[in-house]
């Protein structure tokens, strides 16, 4: 079974438009972390959010934000405001367990578009 | 900026030839790096873990002997693509994460793109 499921291969949104990005995970683990990476066509891997299993409120950095519901093991990226410089592949990724050297393991990715 | 370093960017050469990719983390200590491969528009598939002073810990499915890794130093692991193929063509990528605690993130190199003519 997949770890990590991004069921949207490709997404358009207008310029300033928000756009919302889905993840669903699977472990048996109480501690888990979720994060999102930005891929631009270029082929580094930006981070842009993280989200703790343990972790109460949804997690905020600037433009984006993760709608976090446990229950329903998803962790949905959020881009509000949307800019031409956001097209580009959208990675959600797991890590299992609190170690730091625990590896992490990516979704499918997700392909945005961002139009005028 | 970038907190951790990957040489070359691009690699073009013939078949048969051993290609070196290094991956420093720049300002701190990285007991644990990642090496990872992608393919044209598919995802991240992990391929080992860079353990610094002992040997790597190598994902189902992965050649130990043609994908050498190295980790000599608290900042700098190498992978060696031996004898290298087209099939071995693809971007590679390392991470490593920075400083203790499960939100930490794990920092990635700008990527190694191989090409085996």
């Known amino acids: 079974a997949q770890k990590i499921t991004q069921t949207q291969p490709g997404m358009f949104v207008q310029e300033k438009e928000a756009v919302t990005l889905d993840c669903t995970y699977d472990t048996s683990d109480q501690s888990y972390g979720l994060f999102w990476y930005k891929q631009p066509s270029s082929g580094e891997m930006i981070f842009l959010i993280y989200q703790g299993s343990y972790d109460e409120q949804n997690a905020t950095e600037g433009r984006y934000s993760l709608n976090f519901q446990k229950a329903r093991k998803s962790a949905n990226l959020v881009i509000s405001a949307s800019q031409l410089g956001d097209s580009a592949m959208y990675f959600c990724a797991m890590r299992e367990g609190t170690g730091t050297a625990s590896k992490l393991t990516f979704g499918t990715g997700t392909r945005l578009q961002v139009t005028l | 900026g970038a907190v951790v370093s990957q040489h070359p960017s691009r690699v073009i050469c013939k078949s048969g030839t051993s290609v070196k990719i290094e991956c420093r983390s720049l300002d701190f200590q990285a007991t644990t790096m990642f090496w990872y491969r992608q393919f044209p528009k598919q995802s991240l598939m992990l391929m080992a873990t860079?353990?610094?002073?002992?040997?790597?810990?190598?994902e189902q499915g992965v050649e130990k002997d043609k994908f050498l890794i190295n980790h000599a130093s608290l900042t700098l692991s190498t992978l060696t693509v031996t004898s290298a193929h087209p099939e071995d063509s693809s971007f590679y990528i390392c991470s490593a994460p920075r400083g203790q605690g499960p939100h930490q993130p794990q920092h990635f190199g700008d990527g190694t793109r191989l090409s085996i003519l």
């Open positions: 860079s353990n610094e002073g002992s040997k790597a810990t190598y």
